[in-house]
């Protein structure tokens, strides 16, 4: 719908504008695009000269400019659920018009068939709708232009290539849970402490590197999820506020959703995976960065010890002595990669029955043994617990759905020391935020 005499129009320059991508590899800033101070007229892009009316149009009433820049700013707040970047940097919001009290936006979708699709029409309708004076909202979607796209690729990638992200340099703390016996409760552990560090704010990804066993997508209730493709970008589907990927999300499936195909893979595919798993798949910055390890020491622990030797490490294990024994050849093989054992979390662990009584099928005192052994501390003991292994079966982890659950308290527990701990590089804290 062209603007009419008297219409204003206003437009979001989007990823054609000036972009991080020309300042070499630096992290992406938010740049070009419409800012809470940004009025129709200051966004500088390729699109300001349709930021004012048409010469012939008469001037539009200011109350119009004032809305349709209004409308942009509130467009600046909604972000792409997956990119996390707001929808005006982006290059999705394709401009704003605005008749009387009546604003029309164009949004651009990245994809045909967005999985987001609905969730951003929502908020931008919402964000439109929340500015005075505006009583209707019609918001026109459409889908980019494979050139719109490449702009929105290059400039979320800000320049970097397909180089392992994570890697010593990076601001985001790396940590591996790993175990040495099967069956202890490492991807348990590793959900539930991602969830947790999502919850109190930060932004976290989560990595099943448990190729043939992987078992996240179905502890957090995301077994049909599948990474979005945005021309070479890999967007990781998100469940509880976590970025998760993992091989079960590319495996064929049975009309029920469920994976066919069993994997067996040697060594060297392993890695490759691991590897693209850390560069082709773009979660964006991240505070911590989780890696749920298959058990034991075999291909896929020394590879992420290759790939990521500053990882910090968190071994599972039982209070049973043999499962504490194991655990500690697990720890050793993670410090020869050159990787820092931050402590031990027991899984299992006694608990008491409701009439009262003690109930420690797997022993007691595994946990600290091996703490002692490993000259690291005992960071939790988590007690057997019926709510955990039901939230674990639902795909709703208990540290959110029974957050008062003696064993989600313990998992708490990690969570915090977790968050507050700094990453090792002097000088560079690991950048708590909250939502
Ligand atoms: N503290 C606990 N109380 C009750 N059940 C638990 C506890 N910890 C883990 N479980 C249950 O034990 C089973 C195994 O846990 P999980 O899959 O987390 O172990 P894992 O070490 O990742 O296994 P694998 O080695 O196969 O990857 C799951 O069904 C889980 O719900
Ligand atoms: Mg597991």
């Known amino acids: 719908m062209p603007p009419r005499a008297g219409e204003a129009r206003v437009s979001a320059s989007g990823a054609s504008g000036p972009g991080p991508e020309a300042s070499g590899g630096s992290p992406p800033e938010p740049s070009g695009g419409p800012d809470s101070s940004g009025g129709p007229d200051s966004s500088g892009g390729p699109d300001a000269s349709s930021a004012a009316p048409d010469a012939s149009d008469a001037r539009p009433p200011a109350d119009e400019e004032r809305i349709g820049g209004a409308v942009l700013a509130r467009l600046g707040g909604v972000l792409d659920p997956e990119i996390r970047r707001p929808v005006t940097e982006l290059g999705m919001i394709g401009g704003v018009e605005v008749d009387g009290d009546r604003v029309r936006v164009a949004l651009k979708l990245t994809i045909v068939g967005c999985p987001a699709a609905d969730a951003i029409e929502r908020e931008v309708r919402a964000a439109a709708a929340g500015v005075p004076g505006v009583t209707a909202v019609d918001v026109a979607v459409s889908v980019m232009s494979p050139a719109e796209r490449d702009a929105l690729v290059r400039r979320v990638r800000g320049g970097r290539d397909r180089a392992p992200r994570f890697g010593p340099d990076s601001l985001t703390k790396v940590v591996a849970v790993t175990s040495g016996k099967g069956g202890v409760g490492k991807s348990t552990v590793a959900a539930n402490l991602a969830v947790a560090l999502a919850a109190r704010g930060l932004r976290v990804g989560l990595v099943d590197a448990d190729v043939f066993g992987f078992s996240i997508p179905g502890i ?22 976590v970025k998760v990927i993992s091989i079960g999300m590319f495996l064929e499936r049975t009309g029920a959703g469920e994976p066919v195909r069993a ?31 298959p058990p034991g020491t075999g291909d896929v622990a020394i590879s992420v010890g290759q790939l990521l030797p500053h990882a910090d490490v968190l071994v599972v294990t039982t209070p049973q002595a043999a ?43 595994g946990g600290a043994a091996l703490a002692a052994r490993l000259g690291v501390p005992l960071l939790a003991s988590v007690p057997l617990s019926t709510a ?39 000088g560079r804290p690991l950048p708590v935020r909250t939502r």
């Open 220 to 241: 957090l209730g995301m077994s049909g999820a599948r990474p979005t493709r945005v021309g070479e970008l890999m967007l990781p589907p998100v469940a509880h506020g």
């Open 263 to 293: 994997v067996s893979w040697r060594g060297p595919m392993l890695h490759r995976t691991i590897e693209q798993f850390l560069s082709d798949v773009h979660f964006g910055d991240l505070d911590v960065l989780l890696l749920d390890l």
């Open 323 to 365: 499962a504490a024994e194991v655990a500690e050849r697990s720890a050793a093989v993670a410090r020869q990669t050159g990787q820092t054992v931050l402590g031990v979390i027991e899984t299992m662990a006694g608990a008491t029955l409701p009439d009262g009584t003690r109930f420690e099928p797997f022993g007691a005192g």
């Open 388 to 426: 955990l292994r039901e939230g674990g079966d639902a795909g709703s982890p208990v540290v959110l759905s029974h957050p008062t659950d003696p064993a989600a308290v313990a998992l708490a527990a990690v969570a915090d020391a977790l968050a507050t701990r700094q990453r090792g590089l002097p």
